[in-house]
């Protein structure tokens, strides 16, 4: 008998450390949303710019989030809404962290009148409220979400040359750089191999946060006119219409749950990243 329960609890699956709940939870919700945006167009009943019912439907069992002004389907439509919010996150990140990351990096690392101008710039962009100069931005460049990301390229990129250039300047005076400089190294291969691969880690977990800040931007920007326009199913463009027939609470409450559903995943995948990648600082 102790030969079979000590094989039965050997057998046992064991949670990994890294597993934890922030990281796992977030991770499932933002995996959840990026299957239902590549495969949508092959199992949801109605197009989310066509009619599809009586308008102002209620929620029910033929459309379970009801019916917009226009007899679109909130649902389809809601779910359709990740296909602009998700790409646009994704492209506004990827642009900041490489404008940010590479203008901090060489900040930090050549210093002098370089850096004291690459911090202004970065200075000046993060005295202005994120939302209103990314709503100037939007607004002298017009409409659309493809303005809005550029806009909030601008307004992202400062946060990454700041967190980047920190990061060199705590590193480059390590052991293992000075001797890489007295071994001969060139002051590039000394930024880029011995420096930039121990400043990840931080540009890591809050590109992850980020994520989900750039979706409720996007979905504000569009809420007041300056992203998406109509027809596009987009979450703050839904929840602007839904604000105009506000007793008819389900056309908002589907992008709503979806906005808050991706901002809570991105902070604890965040989070749970941060936990992984330096367990000291938890």
């Not at 094989?7 to 709940?21: H, N």
């Not at 996150?89 to 642009?95: M, N, Q």
């Not at 946060?159 to 980047?164: F, K, S």
Request: with cysteine.
């Amino acid at each position: 008998m102790s030969i079979l329960s000590s094989r039965s609890a050997s057998s046992r699956f064991v949670w990994p450390e890294w597993a934890t709940l922030p990281l796992v939870g977030g991770g499932v919700v933002i995996l959840a949303w990026i299957i239902i945006g590549l495969t949508i167009p092959w199992w949801t009943p109605y197009d989310p710019t066509n009619l599809a019912g009586m308008r102002f439907q209620p929620p029910g069992a033929e459309h379970w989030l009801g019916t917009d002004a226009l007899g679109r389907d909130v649902l389809t439509r809601t779910l359709y809404g990740v296909r602009h919010s998700f790409p646009i996150a994704v492209f506004v990140i990827g642009c900041a962290v490489v404008i940010g990351c590479t203008l901090g990096a060489i900040a930090g690392y050549v210093g002098g009148w370089l850096d004291s101008v690459i911090m202004r710039f970065v200075d000046i962009t993060l005295s202005f409220p994120p939302i209103l100069l990314a709503m100037a931005v939007t607004a002298s460049l017009g409409p659309g979400l493809g303005n809005a990301a550029i806009a909030m390229v601008i307004v992202w990129w400062p946060i990454y040359a700041r967190l980047m250039r920190a990061q060199v300047l705590s590193v480059r005076s390590r052991e293992h750089v000075e001797a890489a400089v007295a071994s001969g190294a060139s002051r590039s291969r000394v930024l880029i191999k011995h420096i930039l691969p121990l400043c990840w880690s931080p540009i890591i977990v809050n590109a992850t946060m980020d994520f989900g800040q750039v979706v409720l931007l996007a979905a504000s920007l569009s809420f007041i006119g300056l992203g998406a326009v109509p027809p596009t199913p987009e979450w703050g463009q839904m929840i602007s219409e839904g604000a105009i027939q506000f007793y008819r609470w389900w056309i908002a409450l589907g992008p709503g749950l979806a906005i808050l559903s991706v901002v809570l995943a991105s902070n604890f995948l965040g989070d749970g990243l941060r936990d992984y990648l330096d367990p000291r600082a938890s």
